[in-house]
């Protein structure tokens, strides 16, 4: 079944701390994406990929890493963890070319205090 | 760079109303369309694809119209119950990246 799995579910951290989100999926999807969303809004894109190893800023990427090592796995990454990082990151994969619609995961609650 | 206007950030209906959210789109080479439905607390389900022709899609108590000359796309609840309150977003496939525009969202609140 096509899948996409986040890791981990829920995050504290520590304001000035490293935090890496990890994304997995089993679709065979060559787009993969990270938005972030904030309570109550819309979906903002921080990075996203079409090929293993090559990765593409968003909307948003300030402040943010993206790292994706194989076709499976996208990583996002938070160098110097602040304040206002604080949200909920959702990571997709799709092939829109394809007519795919994206296909999300359950997401992370990243608290940063 | 396309743009995605959804209308109106927030809608409450009774129960058995209908309920209607449009998403506005700038670039008319857009070629693919997505509606999500996103429950307090929980991810963005897939509701409908739409493609590249005007078109009306039914699924379980909606219906989708997607009219290119207008560069418009509306979900249309036809009877809409309690569980159907949730957040709806609309989401755009457009130009040679295959980029994919979001738009900020509806949410919806069904009265019983």
């Known amino acids: 079944e096509a899948a996409v799995t986040q890791s981990p579910r829920s995050k504290v951290a520590v304001t000035g701390g490293k935090v890496t989100l990890s994304c997995h999926q089993t679709?065979?999807?060559?787009?993969m994406y990270w938005y972030r969303q904030d309570t109550g809004h819309g979906l903002r894109l921080i990075h996203y990929?079409?090929?293993?190893?090559?990765?593409e800023k968003g909307d948003i990427p300030d402040g943010y890493k993206a790292s994706r090592p194989s076709q499976e796995n996208f990583s996002l990454i938070l160098e110097l963890a602040s304040l206002s990082q604080t949200a909920v990151y959702f990571c997709a994969s799709s092939d829109p070319g394809a007519g795919q619609a994206p296909l999300f995961g359950e997401g992370t609650r990243l608290s940063v205090l | 760079g396309e743009q995605v206007e959804q209308r109106p950030p927030h809608l409450s209906v009774r129960e058995g109303d209908s309920a209607v959210i449009t998403c506005t789109y700038t670039?008319?080479?857009?070629?693919?369309f997505f509606w999500y439905k996103q429950e307090p607390g929980a991810s963005l389900q897939l509701l409908m694809k739409v493609f590249s022709s005007t078109e009306i899609n039914e699924g379980q108590g909606f219906t989708v119209l997607l009219n290119k000359k207008d560069t418009r796309l509306s979900l249309n609840l036809t009877a809409a119950h309690p569980g159907d309150s949730a957040a709806y977003f609309c989401?755009?496939?457009?130009?040679?990246?295959?980029?994919?525009?979001f738009g900020d969202g509806t949410q919806l609140v069904v009265k019983p």
């Open positions: 989401a755009v496939v457009t130009g040679g990246n295959n980029r994919i525009f």
């Open positions: 990929s079409y090929v293993a190893d090559s990765t």
């Open positions: 679709n065979n999807h060559d787009y």
């Open positions: 670039d008319p080479n857009s070629y693919y």
